[in-house]
């Protein structure tokens, strides 16, 4: 073979080389049939063991809104703070009250005397049973952003995400003391929140507990302030919580264990006291989306979820030991 022949063929060769090398690249460069080593799938950590669900759902029933506030509930009764209007429910769904509210609620609670207290963006309001407004605060400030609401006695704690701090607060929206500013003296880091989830709720001794959402722990104050303890897991794992802002919403129980909701990926679990993971209420494949259920307890120990994108009230109940 000439030599001229010959730097043909090699000429040939190469060009098809790299157009072989060429193509493989091209789909690569395009994700095309190749997996990524380091994507981190959590797919299996959406899936529970049913001897880890403690609870079954008993009844739903639909609330077609466009915008949400919260839940809570007291004695038979479930209440629901919508964008304007405030509903009330029996256990059985059926619809007993409905009123407008003067503005967008954002959550809502009752305490010991069945007032209803509702946080809108920047203010709280307080409504009696029938619906009819009794008390209007001052404004926090146009920077307040007020996510949840926990009252024990004559004290209000109001949680507030934009200035990341809770307001303890008389009846009459005094601000007695701000509990979570940074304090270096007093041990208190201050509470991280990435985004409008940041629960209160008050335990049976009347002690004040706060979800700080972006460190995934749950910190208890003292009356003065001062943090009493705290407790949580980082981990995409049952007993853990993960993301930027979880738990997203918090309840108690009377026996002082914990009701907590996720978003992300949504799931209600069950913690004990001192935060030790005991069972799950719903796993995610109980729910749709990413949002996270409101939630509420009563005495019957029963979780009241606010499913914001069934648009449903679902009631959980415990299972007998015969049914895990």
């Not at 609330?63 to 629901?80: A, E, N, P, R, Y």
């Not at 006695?153 to 109001?158: D, H, T």
């Not at 940041?198 to 104050?221: M, P, S």
Request: a negative charge.
């Amino acid at each position: 073979m000439n030599r001229k022949l010959v730097n043909i063929v090699l000429i040939v060769l190469a060009v098809a080389i790299v157009v072989v090398i060429g193509k493989d690249f091209i789909g690569k460069k395009a994700g095309k049939n190749i997996e990524n080593p380091y994507e981190y799938n959590i797919d299996e950590f959406r899936q529970v063991d049913s001897t880890q669900i403690l609870y079954t759902e008993t009844l739903n029933f639909p609330v077609k809104v466009h915008d949400w506030g919260g839940i809570t509930v007291s004695d038979s009764m479930i209440i629901v703070a919508t964008a304007n209007e405030l509903i009330k429910f029996n256990y059985s769904g059926k619809e007993i009250l409905r009123k407008q509210l003067i503005d967008t609620a954002t959550c809502v609670t009752i305490d010991d005397n069945r007032q209803i207290w509702i946080g809108m963006r920047h203010y709280v309001v307080m409504y009696d049973l029938n619906g009819t407004l009794v008390k209007r605060w001052n404004s926090f400030g146009d920077r307040s952003v007020i996510t949840s609401l926990a009252v024990s006695g004559e004290n209000v704690y109001v949680a507030d995400a934009g200035n990341r701090i809770v307001h303890q607060c008389n009846t009459n929206g005094q601000i007695l003391q701000k509990i979570g500013e940074k304090n270096e003296q007093k041990g208190i880091s201050g509470f991280a929140i990435p985004s409008p989830y940041f629960d209160v709720a008050i335990d049976d001794g009347g002690f004040l507990w706060a979800a700080n959402t972006g460190k995934h722990t749950f910190e208890n104050y003292n009356p003065d302030g001062s943090l009493r303890t705290s407790w949580g897991v980082t981990s995409f794992k049952i007993e853990g919580f993960s993301g930027c802002c979880n738990p997203a919403h918090i309840s108690i129980l009377d026996d002082n264990s914990f009701i907590t909701s996720e978003k992300g990926m949504p799931r209600i679990k069950l913690y004990d006291q001192h935060g030790q993971f005991i069972g799950v209420v719903a796993p995610p494949a109980a729910f749709e989306g990413s949002l996270a259920p409101d939630i509420a307890v009563d005495k019957q120990h029963r979780v009241i979820a606010l499913d914001f994108e069934r648009q449903q009230v679902r009631i959980f109940e415990k299972k007998d030991e015969n049914e895990r």
